[in-house]
């Protein structure tokens, strides 16, 4: 207890932490917590999620040795919550980031347009505001979002990325203009990473 800044059991009811947990820290119960508690700990003892479920799962305490088909129960154990909160980490994250896209959903697809009108047009007040986006760009690029294309530019008519403004058919080759861009989220920890469609980028004809 002393390792993390906490003198004994007894001093955690004082961080907020209730006797039922105390009891399950002390007897190295962990997995009985939800994440929402978790966290609340880790950050009570301003230690990670992981080195709070290695501290508290082998307590430095006297206890009989665990036969050998007990241990390798409690290893599987570690094992698993281990994974149930990297599991839990990685859906929050998720829902944080989709929660945030629908938000700025409007932003994405309409500012790229105005971006392209005021480089075209260094008239117009909207140049000024160009900078001021960089914190999102950068936000976006850390989530390992991409815009597909650019506005204006002429690309090569693709339907996994693309959708048709006009209606009818176009073959997949034909070069079209983007109207407004899509984006792309890198995902995985493989190489090279798979491409999650986020949203298609309007394409129109070239007359």
């Not at 906490?6 to 399950?24: R, T």
């Not at 508690?37 to 006297?62: C, G, Y």
């Not at 075209?120 to 760009?137: C, D, G, S, W």
């Not at 850390?142 to 815009?147: A, D, N, Q, T, Y």
Request: proline residues 6%; aromatic residues 8%.
């Amino acid at each position: 207890m002393k390792a993390i800044g906490v003198e004994s059991f007894q001093a955690l009811s004082s961080l907020g932490i209730s006797q039922y947990q105390v009891k399950c820290l002390r007897r190295g119960q962990i997995q009985q917590f939800q994440l929402k508690t978790l966290s609340h700990l880790s950050r009570v003892f301003r230690i990670s999620l992981s080195e709070l479920v290695q501290r508290f799962s082998t307590l430095d305490q006297p206890i009989a040795e665990p036969e050998d088909g007990q241990l390798q129960r409690l290893q599987r154990e570690y094992q698993r919550l281990a994974t149930e909160l990297q599991q839990q980490q990685q859906t929050l994250r998720q829902e944080l980031q989709q929660e945030v896209l629908q938000i700025l959903e409007s932003f994405l697809l309409q500012w790229p347009n105005a971006v392209y009108a005021a480089r075209n047009n260094p008239q117009l007040p909207a140049v000024n505001l160009i900078p001021l986006t960089r914190p999102i760009e950068n936000l976006l690029q850390h989530w390992g979002i991409e815009p597909i294309g650019e506005v204006g530019a002429v690309v090569n008519f693709d339907p996994q990325w693309h959708q048709l403004l006009e209606g009818g058919n176009v073959e997949p080759g034909t070069p079209v203009k983007i109207r407004y861009v899509g984006y792309k989220q890198k995902i995985g920890p493989n190489f090279p990473m798979e491409e999650r469609l986020l949203y298609r980028a309007k394409v129109g004809l070239i007359n």
